[in-house]
């Protein structure tokens, strides 16, 4: 794994909101730490209501991780652009975050409960 990556376990139960619902509560959480960022959970995509996930034209690249494949939510109050990303084939060195979601903190509230 690259050295300034870091995956472990989230302790704890996390939850994920977005317009006043919850997306997401999960006891089996990811904890990812790239180097100076902050970091970022991962939730199983088992535990997130992806009915309110529409997949989006939006894609990224990280050398570390891979390409990224982004989701945005169909919120009550209106859709909540790119506010979700997820690596569906994932580096080697990052296998773990397969099959997992991460939400951008800035547009939804993730926390642990």
């Not at 619902?21 to 991962?42: H, M, R």
């Not at 209501?49 to 390409?67: D, H, I, N, R, V």
């Not at 169909?74 to 060195?93: N, Q, R």
Request: glycine share 8%; with cysteine.
């Amino acid at each position: 794994m690259a050295d300034h990556i870091q995956i472990r376990p989230a302790t704890g139960t996390w939850v994920v909101r977005a317009g006043g619902a919850v997306l997401g509560e999960s006891q089996n959480a990811l904890e990812l730490i790239e180097g100076d960022y902050p970091p970022v959970i991962y939730f199983p995509r088992g535990d997130v209501a992806m009915a309110f996930l529409e997949p989006s034209q939006t894609t990224s690249s990280c050398p570390y991780k891979g390409e990224a494949s982004y989701f945005s939510i169909v919120a009550k109050s209106g859709p909540i652009a790119d506010a979700v990303w997820s690596y569906e084939t994932p580096k080697a060195d990052v296998a773990e975050i397969k099959g997992y979601l991460a939400f951008y903190s800035n547009k939804v509230a993730v926390e642990q409960v």
